[in-house]
T-cell receptor, first 114, second 116 residues
Framework: GAVVSQHPSWVICKSGTSVKIECRSLDFQATTMFWYRQFPKQSLMLMATSNEGSKATYEQGVEKDKFLINHASLTLSTLTVTSAHPEDSSFYIC??????????FGPGTRLTVT | GQNIDQPTEMTATEGAIVQINCTYQTSGFNGLFWYQQHAGEAPTFLSYNVLDGLEEKGRFSSFLSRSKGYSYLLLKELQMKDSASYLCAVRGPVAYSGAGSYQLTFGKGTKLSVIP
């Protein structure tokens, strides 16, 4: 399968600080990256779709000013959680658009806000 | 919108066969995926169906009936390591163009426990 990496794999931060999560595609170029999050004991929910060189599109209920997405290159997309609060604690996972019959996920970043 | 239903939990015995069902009601259909997710980890891809019928891959098989909005994942020769959550996901409405048609909507997942 496609190789996708995320950094960091886990992070603990204080309320009010910002956290940047990096998603890299290691062996292919991703023009589009999907960002999902998963709260404990719940399923994955799509947050936003980032496109290389253009603005991201956000799902209903996701604040674009709080979750900043940058897709500056074909191999790197970043998600920045600004002014994080405990309710933002979640498992954040990126997924590149590859083909019609494949959809892989990065290893995920577990964010805990204290 | 998309509505995807699958059982919350299932238990099966090591060496047995288990079938996990998934039903969906969608405004459009562009393929159905099954993923395995162990606790604390990201989902890993198991199978993809877009046409009716059975897709077999080793111990795992997945079936799709588009007219019935129904799919199942079949796991044979169960092993203890198969204990995990299994997620059914439907790919976005066909009516969307571009990236929208690649978005996945997930069911809540079925937690499978394999017992000796």
């Amino acid at each position: 399968g496609a190789v996708v990496s995320q950094h960091p794999s886990w992070v603990i931060c204080k309320s009010g600080t910002s956290v940047k999560i990096e998603c890299r595609s290691l062996d292919f170029q991703a023009t589009t990256m999907f960002w999902y999050r998963q709260f404990p004991k719940q399923s994955l929910m799509l947050m936003a779709t980032s496109n290389e060189g253009s603005k991201a599109t956000y799902e209903q209920g996701v604040e674009k000013d709080k979750f900043l997405i940058n897709h500056a290159s074909l191999t790197l997309s970043t998600l920045t959680v600004t002014s994080a609060h405990p309710e933002d604690s979640s498992f954040y996972i990126c997924s590149p658009k590859i083909s019609s019959y494949e959809q892989y996920f990065g290893p995920g970043t577990r964010l805990t806000v204290t | 919108g998309q509505n995807i239903d699958q059982p919350t939990e299932m238990t099966a015995t090591e060496g047995a066969i288990v079938q996990i069902n998934c039903t969906y009601q969608t405004s459009g259909f562009n393929g159905l995926f099954w993923y395995q997710q162990h606790a604390g980890e990201a989902p890993t891809f198991l199978s993809y169906n877009v046409l009716d019928g059975l897709e077999e891959k080793g111990r795992f098989s997945s079936f799709l009936s588009r007219s019935k909005g129904y799919s199942y994942l079949l796991l044979k020769e169960l092993q203890m390591k198969d204990s995990a959550s299994y997620l059914c996901a439907v790919r976005g409405p066909v009516a969307y163009s571009g990236a929208g048609s690649y978005q996945l909507t997930f069911g809540k997942g079925t937690k499978l426990s394999v017992i000796p």
